[in-house]
């Protein structure tokens, strides 16, 4: 699978747009990009995932840039309860390919 | 169930002994995955299903680490002789195989080897 790379950190004001980057320029054409994030003392939680369009749900909508090497996670209205690492991973479309988490990044949520 | 359950969720045992963890997916799930992650650190994967079969085992740390699945259903994974490097807690996901979807994670189990 293609390597990832994100911020160790970043900091958002409750109520405002959270914006993850993620760098995977060695991308290939058949891996889909896929967010996780994991709160303290959980097991990781499914965000959302695309291959080369814009995609959006009820948590989150997910950017991917033109040439498929980077990619952004907006959480349009970031409360207290979204303080999580938030991983950023490439991988073979098929769910059944292991998926492989990097360091992610701490989003911290602030009053 | 509605989702993937996992038990116990804290398992406290002496050094030397052997230990199960057990994991029960989303009905229809024909993929299961074992991970841990120790504190303060990243996932580390363990072993992947497919079916009843592993046909990903390269991540079991050593040969004291085993896993199966039986009935395409429920797996356990069996840590024998624990040792204290295998604290952590043990993370089993689900997903369907056919698909692009996400995987599903349980809540973990904490093992804590003293």
């Known amino acids: 699978d293609a390597k990832t790379t994100q911020p160790t950190s970043m900091d958002c004001a409750e109520g405002r747009a959270a914006n993850l980057p993620c760098n995977h320029s060695?991308?290939?054409?058949?891996?889909?990009v896929y967010w996780y994030r994991q709160i303290h003392s959980q097991g990781p939680q499914y965000i959302i995932h695309?291959?080369?369009n814009n995609e959006t749900n009820e948590m989150a909508s997910l950017i991917i840039t033109e040439d498929r090497k980077s990619s952004t996670l907006i959480l349009p209205h970031a409360t207290l309860r979204d303080t999580a690492v938030y991983y950023c991973?490439?991988?073979?479309?098929?769910?059944?390919?292991?998926?492989?988490f990097g360091g992610g990044t701490r989003l911290m949520v602030k009053p | 169930g509605a989702g993937v359950s996992q038990s116990p969720s804290n398992k406290v045992t002496e050094k030397g002994k052997d230990v199960e963890l057990r994991c029960d997916p989303i009905?229809?799930?024909?993929?299961l995955y074992w991970y841990r992650q120790s504190l303060g650190q990243g996932l580390e994967f363990l072993i992947y299903?497919?079916?009843?079969?592993?046909?990903?085992k390269s991540g079991l740390p050593s040969d004291r680490f085993s896993a199966e699945r039986t009935g395409g259903s429920v797996s356990t994974l069996t840590i024998q002789r624990t040792q204290q490097e295998d604290s952590a807690v043990y993370l089993c996901?689900?997903?369907?195989?056919?698909?692009?979807?996400?995987?599903?994670f349980g809540s973990g189990t904490r093992l804590t080897v003293v």
């Open positions: 996901a689900s997903s369907l195989l056919q698909g692009y979807g996400g995987y599903t």
């Open positions: 009905s229809g799930h024909t993929a």
């Open positions: 991973i490439v991988r073979v479309g098929q769910a059944g390919n292991m998926l492989t």
């Open positions: 695309g291959l080369k």
């Open positions: 060695t991308i290939s054409g058949n891996e889909y």
């Open positions: 299903f497919q079916g009843n079969s592993a046909p990903d």
